[in-house]
């Protein structure tokens, strides 16, 4: 939805506001990054290996997600 907002507001000439929405898409993959770190002690814990192999693979693709991708190029 944002990503779709921002591009909308970009082709009406609202950049202020076609920014925040862009700002925000990367705060949300800024979060999933951060949050990563507390699901690494988590797997070790309770020794859930397979979700954490997953999510070490789903962290090598995390920022070049297409949504991300497209953030980039609209700001």
Same mark, same amino acid.
């Given at each position: 939805?944002?990503?779709?907002? @921002? !591009? /909308?507001? #970009? #082709? #009406? +000439? !609202? ?8 700002? @925000? ?12 770190f507390?699901?690494? =002690?988590?797997?070790? #814990?309770?020794?859930?290996?397979r @979700? ?5 693979a ?5 920022? +070049?997600?297409?949504?991300? /991708?497209?953030?980039? =190029? +609209?700001?």
């Open positions: 939805y944002e990503v779709a907002a @921002a !591009e /909308s507001f #970009r #082709r #009406r +000439g !609202e950049l202020p506001r076609a920014l925040k929405k862009y700002v @925000a898409v990367t705060k949300h993959f800024d979060d999933i990054h951060e949050d990563q507390d699901f690494h =002690g988590y797997c070790m #814990r309770k020794m859930t290996l @979700a954490y192999v997953d999510m070490l789903m962290e090598d693709t995390l920022y +070049g997600n297409e949504y991300y /991708s497209k953030v980039w =190029g +609209g700001a």
